[in-house]
């Protein structure tokens, strides 16, 4: 296979998964916001199997296509919701890209999703402390008074419930997605048994995360 072919064959992969990140967030946009305007988004899980399939340039190739996409057709927050879409994305899907690449195990794997949910709230948290004033119209101290009983909940629960979801759907996705992939193209990892405890602990996580979500709007 050329090399031509190789890279179209890859563009082709990244064109359909940023298209079912943005469904993805499309199905869960009508679900309930925390606070009334911190709402979930699944489409962090699509990206992040794109980061474990194609690398960390393809993952934030695709956050930055299908966040602009989306301020285009059915966000309200213009260029400030693009920048946090991206910022939170990011800081999510990279380090489990990053550290995925560079040793294509379970425990790289989960290690990157738990350290990429710990930056993200902590990314959002510096962000939000100086964004959200100038969309929301109030003053600083009040946007600070929420970051801890807010903002910091929820992103983490966010990104636990995101993490879970990405642990239990890359393997079966990924076997499918990577049948559009050349071989040679540094996809490639050693055959993974089902593994039972990373099964039932992301089970947990997950409906732990959806608990809580559900509370918290309450």
Known sequence: MTQSSMRNRKLTLMAML???????????????????????????????IAGFLLGPAAALAITLVVSLIEMLTVSSTGPIGLL???????????????????????R?????LVLGVILMAAVMLAWNYIVTPLYMHVPRDVVAGMLL???????????????GITMLLY??????????????????AA????????????VFVVATCVAVYVLMTK
Do not use: W
């Open 191 to 202: 055959p993974q048994h089902f593994n039972l405890t990373a099964t039932l602990v992301s």
């Open 18 to 48: 940023a298209a079912m990140a943005y469904v993805a967030m499309l199905i869960t946009r009508p679900l309930p916001a925390v606070a009334g305007f911190l709402s979930y988004d699944l489409k962090d899980v699509i990206v992040a």
């Open 171 to 188: 393997k079966p996705l990924s076997g499918v997605l990577k049948k559009l992939l050349p071989a040679g193209s540094g996809t490639e």
């Open 108 to 112: 790289s794997a989960a290690l990157g």
């Open 149 to 163: 009983p807010t903002f910091l909940p929820f992103n983490l629960v966010k990104g636990g419930l995101n993490a």
């Open 84 to 106: 946090m879409n991206v910022l939170s994305t990011a800081a999510f899907v990279l380090p489990s890209a990053i550290m995925y690449r560079r040793d294509r195990t379970l």
